[in-house]
Each structure stands twice: as C-alpha cells, then as structure tokens.
C-alpha cells in the first residue's frame, strides 16, 4: 500500500486512462476504438484486463459495441438520461452518510425555483396539458403524480442540463419519503400548491411562478425534516 492509499488494479488504472482520452477529447463520441492488439500492446497489459477495463467504461456508459463486420467498440455519447441515472445512483449512496436532507432540500430548491420561472417563459401548449394531467388523475395515483408534476416542469423549463442535474435530487428525496408517510391532508396541500404554479405557468406569470414554487418547497421542506427527525429518533 503506498503512503496515499491502496494502488488500483491494473484494469482500473487501464479504465482510467482510457477515461481521460475520452473526457480531454483524444477519443471523441462515434470514434471507434483501436483492435485490442494495439491497445494492449499500448497499455502492457493482458486482453482480459482490457476487456475488463471496457466492461467497466460499457457500464458507465461511455462506451458501447456494434456486431457485425463494420462493427466493434466505440465512444459513446451518454443521453440526459443516462447522466440522471449516474447521478441518482451517486446521491442514494451519499445520502446514506455524507449528504444530509437537508442539503438535498436546499439544492432542489436552487433548482426547481428557477425552473419554474423558465417553465412560465418557454412553456408549450403540450407542456400544459401534460401538467395539466397529473392534477387530474384518480386519488390512488396522486402520490406518484404529484412528482410527476415536478418532473414535467422541469422539461417545460427547456434547459436539458438543468433537468438532469435536479430529477435525481428530486427522485432520491421522493423514494425516502414515500406517499404513505404523510396524510391525506397534507397530499391535498401539494395538490392546490401544484394547481397555483401551473396556473402562474398558464398565465406565463414568471415573478409569481417562481414564488409559488419556493414557497410550495418551503413546506416540503419542513415536512420531509420533521418526517427524517421522528425517524432519526426512533432509531
């Protein structure tokens, strides 16, 4: 072990280098990789470890194989939801210890507050009768519609970027706290919240959507911290 830490395995240090030709734009996306031949011949290692090394950069997404004669392994080009899915994966386990809810809270709340002002600005008459559904679905299905609201306005937002990096916040904060933990008072509450911010996107009303949003997020803020309180004191 060096005075830093245990070294990484020869695939690691192999899934690395490759990781950083792709990230500095040595490989870029469709490039095909060399035959493995040259690659290991370049990086002095076994096949398996090179093809373990690919496994790796396959799973996450980086690289993927096409069958065929004009086939072989080639840079990927990760989609939104790709990166939402990494990202969701990395905060499930850093909210186990290293991030608490209310981090989580206050950074959904950087995100979702703005979106709500870009949602009224670049809205879409499709976009209103998607948001417009989730207010209108049977009682048993409100729970998973109501955060089908908050997914939605973050798409009419129109910036890519800005919804892939707040879903995973939102969807890590909406498996923790479950439907069941609230009462029906409270899902009533979330509802009226919803139809008073759609109806400022309606309006295209971005100052009032914007406000509407953050107070909305203020409650939910004090429910789900008392929700992981009462939790932290029953352990």
């Keep these: 072990m060096s005075e830093n830490g245990p070294r990484p395995l020869e695939y690691e240090r192999v ?13 870029r996306p469709g490039d095909r990789l060399p035959p493995e031949g040259e690659l290991t011949a370049r990086m002095r290692v076994s096949r398996g470890t090179l093809r373990e090394a690919l496994r790796v950069l396959s799973a996450q997404k980086m690289l993927t194989s096409v069958r065929g004669v004009n086939g072989g392994t ?42 709500a002002d870009l949602a009224a600005r670049r809205r879409s008459d499709d976009d209103l009768r998607r948001l ?61 919240d919803h139809v008073e911010i759609l109806q400022h996107v309606r309006d295209r009303n971005s100052r009032a959507a914007s406000r509407a949003m953050r107070g909305h997020l203020a409650v939910l803020r004090e429910v789900y911290t008392r929700i992981d309180v009462n939790r932290l004191g029953e352990r």
């Excluded at 790709?82 to 989580?104: F, M, P």
């Excluded at 908050?150 to 798409?155: A, G, S």
């Excluded at 990096?165 to 509450?189: I, K, M, S, Y």
Aim: aromatic share 6%; glycine share 8%; net charge negative.
């Design 15 to 27: 899934a690395g280098e490759l990781r950083r030709m792709i990230v500095e734009g040595d490989l």
């Design 74 to 115: 080639f840079i990927a080009e990760p989609s939104p939801d790709d990166v939402a899915d990494y990202l969701q994966t990395a905060l499930t386990l850093l909210s186990r210890s290293r991030v608490t809810v209310g981090q989580l809270l206050e950074m959904r709340s950087q995100l979702e507050v703005p979106a």
């Design 132 to 192: 417009e559904a989730t207010l209108t679905g049977p009682e048993a299905d409100r729970g998973r519609d109501h955060g089908e609201f908050h997914i939605l306005l973050l798409r009419a937002a129109g910036n890519p970027v800005l919804d892939m990096t707040a879903r995973p916040v939102f969807a890590v904060l909406r498996d923790r706290f479950g439907r069941e933990q609230n009462d029906p008072q409270f899902w009533d509450r979330v509802g009226a």
